[in-house]
């Protein structure tokens, strides 16, 4: 059996290509993406699930491999697997700011671990609300629907004929947005406590001066803070469900498909 050059170049094409679009979606996607996970592990995850797709992607148009034209379609494929992996990434850090406020304004900032996906020294709380992030991720199997929304673009998307236009980019930018609107909406309910707890205080304080005030309210301050996040931690998966919708709608806007 004889194979020919040009063979040989579609046949590069239609592997390397999806593999670059394919790796810059797994190398920051959310769960995998973790610094945690070996590189090596991604990249060998990244070349199976593009060998098992090669026989359903559409053919390659693009086959001049030794070009400058190669070299922005390479460009191309990483900016659309970017920003499908930048999506999820957004979902998780939503809950991360949510439970760094909430260390904060409820005195367990001071007890901080090392985050194992970013390589950042954050709070506790934080680390608590991103770890539950990130499970609710593979019971949603948020990591499958992150794949077939990469594979799928390349029907819509096909390698070669990228078309995104200055929306595509600026809904990424607005749905920084809902991702600050939904940690406050999180974080709303212990904060409003909080501040009843202070207030509590404060007449406290003005009642009786003589009492230490900052030796009895900081550690009453860190137990109320523990049992109102304990007690509105129901809210937790409503808003998860939340940005899960939302962050759905923002692939398909962005590769085209129906929600």
Not at 9 to 32: C, E, H, K, N, Y
Not at 140 to 151: A, K
Not at 222 to 228: D, F, K, P, T
Request: aromatic share 14%; glycine share 6%; with cysteine.
């Amino acid at each position: 059996m004889e194979f020919t050059f040009a063979v040989i170049l579609q046949w590069l094409s239609d592997f390397i290509l999806p593999l670059v679009r394919v790796t810059s979606m797994m190398m920051i996607m959310a769960g995998l993406g973790a610094k945690s996970v070996p590189t090596r592990i991604k990249l060998a995850l990244c070349v199976v699930i593009t060998f098992a797709a090669m026989p359903m992607l559409p053919k390659s148009q693009f086959t001049d491999l030794f070009s400058f034209a190669m070299v922005l379609v390479v460009i191309e494929e990483m900016i659309i697997g970017f920003a499908i992996g930048f999506a999820s990434m957004l979902l998780l850090n939503t809950f991360i700011i949510a439970g760094q406020i909430l260390a904060m304004q409820t005195g367990l900032g001071f007890a901080s671990v090392v985050d194992p996906a970013n390589g950042l020294s954050v709070p506790a709380v934080g680390q608590f609300y991103l770890i539950l992030s990130t499970l609710l991720f593979f019971v949603f199997n948020g990591h499958l629907m992150m794949i077939q929304m990469v594979l799928y673009s390349f029907e819509s998307i096909p390698i070669g004929q990228f078309t995104w236009s200055i929306d595509n980019y600026w809904q990424i930018v607005n749905w920084g947005g809902w991702m600050f609107a939904t940690a406050l909406a999180l974080s709303l309910a212990p904060l409003t406590a909080m501040l009843v707890i202070n207030l509590s205080f404060g007449i406290i304080t003005r009642a009786s001066p003589q009492m230490n005030i900052f030796a009895v309210g900081f550690a009453f301050t860190l137990v109320a803070g523990l049992m109102i996040i304990w007690a509105t931690l129901g809210n937790f998966i409503v808003q998860y469900e939340f940005q899960w919708l939302k962050m759905t709608e923002l692939l398909c806007d962005l590769i085209g498909c129906s929600v």
